[in-house]
C-alpha cells in the first residue's frame, strides 16, 4: 500500500498542493494493486472445477497476485517467475528471480523451471496463471543462444522500437511465448488473471502472450528488423530461428481463459477521482500513448500550456500509455525521466505549472527512480547549477538533470505494472 509520502520531492515538499498531488498519486497506484485486483476478480468470478489447480506466477506483480490467489483457493503446486521476491507464505512453491529487462542466466533457468511444471500437468487439471509486466524478460527458453538474445533485446531498446514490437520478436523465438504455455500444458484447462502493461491491453504482447493465440507472423518480425534496418546488426541466428506460434482459432485455446484484471484505464480513472475530490478542474486527454519520449513531452506541455487560456485553474489533465527512448548519447534515465525532461524548456517562464511523468512499476528505465517532476522553474534552476534541459537531452541524461535539482520520484518497486501515468497542473 502506498503512502502520499513515497511520492514527495524538493518541489512537491514546498508546493503548497504538494500534499494533495502525492495523495492523486498515492491512490492511483493504489488502484491497481494486483493482490487486490486478483480477489475482486475471482469472488466474482467462480473458478472451473479440477481434480489438481496448479498457479504459475510471472512478472513483476507475480508475488502478490500469487500470494491473494492461495488465500482464495487451495493450489497444489506453485512456481513464480518474478523480478523482485517477497515472502509467499505458501507451500508448496518455487521462486525465481529472472532478469529484466535484458534476459539473462536467471530467465533460462526461469524458462527451464516453467518447462518442468508444465510437465506435470494433465487434462484434467487446472492452471491459473498470474501474469503481469516484464514476464517477456524474467522468463524465456529461447531458440537461440542466449547471448544472441541479449543482443537482440538490447539494440530493439536502444533504437527505439515500442513493446509491441520487440514482443512480436520475442514470441517467434522463444518457445513458451505466443501461446507456448497453453501449448505445453499437455491439454490442462487454463485461467490467465492478467495485468496489463501495453498500450491497448493486447493479450499477446503481455508478457509475450503465454497463454494467447498470436496474430502476428515470422514475416511481421522481418518487418520490425527491416523497419529499424538491423538486419545485419543482429546475429544470424535470430533469423535462421524465427517460427510461427499458435494462432487465434488453435483448438488449444478453446480450454482457455485470458481475462485482463487491471490496466492503465484504471490507473487514470483513479487519478482523475481522486484529483476532483482535491478541488482540481480534470480531464484525461491522452490513453494509448506512444512514441518517443521527447517529443511526445514536448507535445504534452504545450498542451498544458494551451489548456491555461481555455479551463480555469486549478485543473489537472492526465494521460496514459508508455513511450519510447532511441538512444543517442550515453547518460542514465528512462522514458519518463526523458519525457519530463522534454517538457522542460517548454514550460519555461510559466508560472504555476507542473508536470509529472511515471512508472507505476516504480521503476524508470535502468535507474532507481519511478520519475520526474518539472514546473515552469525548473529550466532556470538548472540553469543556476550549470545544466541545461536540451544539452542532457542530447545524451539521454535525465537522471543527474533530475537528480541535480531534487526532483526525482522514488517509489521503489511498486509490485505492478500497468504502464506510465502523465499528470499536468496549473494552480
Known amino acids: 500500500m502506498f503512502v502520499p509520502g513515497q511520492f514527495l520531492t524538493s518541489t512537491l515538499r514546498s508546493h503548497p498542493y504538494g500534499d494533495s498531488i502525492a495523495r492523486i498519486l498515492a491512490f ?6 494486483p493482490g487486490a485486483a486478483v480477489k475482486v ?45 517477497s515472502p ?29 511444471f508444465l510437465s506435470q500437468l494433465t487434462q484434467d487439471d487446472l492452471l491459473i496463471c498470474l501474469i503481469s ?17 541479449q543482443v537482440l533485446t538490447s539494440t530493439l531498446l536502444a533504437c527505439g522500437a515500442r513493446i509491441d514490437e520487440i514482443n512480436t520478436l520475442r514470441r517467434h523465438i522463444d518457445s513458451l511465448k505466443g501461446g507456448g504455455v497453453a501449448r505445453l ?19 499477446e504482447a503481455i508478457a509475450s502472450g503465454p497463454t494467447a493465440p498470436d496474430p ?25 530461428s524465427l517460427h510461427e506460434t499458435l494462432k487465434p482459432g488453435d483448438p488449444i485455446f478453446g480450454r482457455v481463459e485470458n481475462r485482463i484484471i487491471a490496466s492503465n484505464q484504471i490507473v487514470l480513472k483513479a487519478a482523475e477521482v481522486q484529483a476532483k475530490q482535491e478541488g482540481f478542474e480534470t480531464k484525461i486527454i491522452r ?72 512508472a507505476t512499476d516504480g521503476e524508470d528505465g535502468p535507474t532507481d527512480a519511478a520519475g520526474a517532476v518539472t514546473t515552469g522553474e525548473s529550466a532556470q534552476r538548472a540553469n543556476r547549477l550549470g545544466m541545461s534541459a536540451a544539452g542532457h537531452l542530447s545524451r539521454n541524461d535525465a537522471r543527474t538533470f533530475f537528480a541535480g535539482l531534487n526532483d526525482l520520484i522514488k517509489t521503489g518497486p511498486s509490485g505492478t505494472n500497468v504502464n506510465d501515468l502523465i499528470l499536468c497542473f496549473a494552480f
Open 28 to 33: 492511483a497506484f493504489n488502484s491497481a494493486e
Open 41 to 85: 476478480y475471482l469472488r466474482g468470478n467462480p473458478l472451473p472445477g479440477a481434480r489438481r489447480t496448479f498457479a504459475l506466477g510471472l512478472g513483476k506483480a507475480a508475488c502478490a497476485m500469487t500470494s491473494a490467489l492461495a488465500d482464495e483457493i487451495r493450489l497444489i503446486n506453485t512456481l513464480v517467475i518474478t523480478k523482485h521476491a
Open 88 to 116: 509467499l507464505g505458501l507451500e508448496p512453491v518455487t521462486v525465481i528471480e529472472g532478469n529484466h529487462p535484458i534476459p539473462g542466466r536467471g530467465s533460462l533457468a526461469a524458462g527451464n523451471a516453467a518447462l518442468e
Open 133 to 149: 509486466g516484464g514476464g517477456s524478460a524474467l522468463m524465456s527458453s529461447p531458440r537461440i543462444p542466449l547471448e544472441d538474445l
Open 185 to 203: 500444458s499437455n491439454g490442462a484447462r487454463i485461467v490467465s488473471l492478467i495485468l496489463s502493461d501495453v498500450v491497448g491491453d493486447s493479450l
Open 216 to 240: 502476428t507472423t515470422v514475416a511481421d518480425a522481418s518487418l520490425i528488423l527491416e523497419k529499424y534496418d538491423l538486419k545485419n546488426e543482429i546475429p544470424a541466428s535470430i533469423l535462421h
Open 287 to 358: 490513453v494509448n500513448l506512444q512514441g518517443e519520449a521527447s517529443v511526445v513531452g514536448r507535445e504534452i506541455a504545450l498542451t498544458l500550456k494551451e489548456s491555461l487560456v481555455s479551463i480555469q485553474r486549478p485543473f489537472c489533465l492526465l494521460a496514459g500509455g508508455e513511450t519510447t527512448v532511441t538512444l543517442n548519447g550515453d547518460g542514465k534515465g528512462g522514458r519518463n525521466q526523458e519525457l519530463a525532461l522534454a517538457a522542460v524548456d517548454a514550460l519555461d517562464g510559466l508560472t504555476d505549472v507542473m508536470l509529472i511523468s511515471i
